[in-house]
């Protein structure tokens, strides 16, 4: 059935729209405390066949508050013009809200990326989430026992209070978390809230740290590897610091009663966490490319210039 092009509409959504938007787009409601969204509608009775939401409470590691947008439009009602006029929506709502920066989460093959660059999104890397089950693993590092051990000087041991200042520095080097977002886990928190500093691992030399391994618990039986650390001067070891870290992160969830755990890599970057992955039999869980705008972003492209 043919539209009329003068049937769609563009607008703000109604609250009690909010399921009907989680049903059509479920990751612009999944994990946030507050959404807002444009509508694309068309028809009679209305139907909603786009959508473009911003979900708020993200951060980056640089300190700067972010927001998640989420864009979908049915294939059959997508059009150069359509998605520009939604997209130019909900870029007047991120101005209105004064985000000054914009998380967008793409299928790594996504076929209109170049839509988002008209807008001014910048592509930053793709992460891949993997499972890995935890029985499998320590079965595998028990055959490289003998490629486990360690120079005399180094120590393998659980993380104390102290060294929150240390791995702060490093998660900050990285580039991987605020320095507040690092801290130990409680009694009185959620699992997974803070770093399971029982299950986390650290590699010391003379008082200094050069590796750390941290990791989250879980409702359940999974936890999540978070953060893979290896200080600069040590990479040539990262290989032998790796091992030694699962190893013991492994053998002490094990005993906990943890099952698998999930662990996000940077494809551009975590080349050698990829490998260890498929080497312990890991299953690849999602693909996503990660792209950023910030507030000030040129994006004199007009529609003209859109994908058709």
Not at 73 to 97: C, F, T, W, Y
Not at 111 to 133: A, P, R
Not at 199 to 215: D, R, T
Not at 248 to 260: A, C, F, I, K
Request: proline residues 4%.
């Amino acid at each position: 059935m043919q539209v009329e092009e003068d049937s769609y509409h563009i607008r703000r959504n109604y609250p009690d729209e909010i399921k009907r938007i989680a049903a059509f787009l479920p990751a612009a409601t999944r994990r946030f405390s507050r959404y807002e969204f444009i509508l694309l509608t068309c028809g009679v009775p209305e139907r909603i066949v786009g959508v473009a939401g911003l979900s708020f409470e993200k951060t980056t590691p640089e300190n700067i508050p972010a927001v998640l947008l989420s864009f979908k439009i049915l294939p059959r009602h997508a059009s150069g013009e359509r998605e520009q006029k939604l997209m130019d929506a909900v870029l007047q709502l991120a101005k209105d809200n004064e985000v000054k920066l914009l998380n967008l989460e793409l299928p790594s093959d996504f076929s209109k990326s170049d839509f988002f660059k008209h807008n001014g999104f910048k592509y930053v890397k793709t992460e891949q989430l993997w499972t890995l089950d935890l029985a499998t693993v320590m079965q595998r590092l028990e055959r490289l026992s003998s490629r486990l051990k360690m120079p005399e000087d180094w120590q393998l041991r659980a993380p104390k209070e102290r060294d929150l200042v240390g791995l702060r520095e490093m998660a900050v080097t990285y580039n991987f978390r605020r320095a507040d977002e690092v801290f130990f886990n409680t009694e009185k928190m959620f699992a997974n809230v803070g770093y399971s500093r029982e299950h986390c691992s650290v590699v010391e030399k003379n008082g200094v740290l050069i590796a750390a391994l941290l990791v989250k618990g879980g409702p359940s039986t999974q936890g999540y590897v978070d953060m893979r650390m290896v200080a600069p001067e040590y990479i040539k070891h990262s290989s032998l610091l790796n091992l030694v870290l699962l190893e013991r992160t492994v053998r002490l969830s094990l005993e906990s009663g943890y099952l698998d755990t999930g662990l996000t890599i940077n494809l551009e970057r975590d080349t050698e966490t990829l490998n260890l992955c498929k080497r312990m039999a890991g299953k690849l869980q999602s693909e996503k490319a990660l792209w950023l705008r910030s507030a000030d972003a040129d994006f004199s492209d007009t529609v003209a210039n859109a994908p058709q």
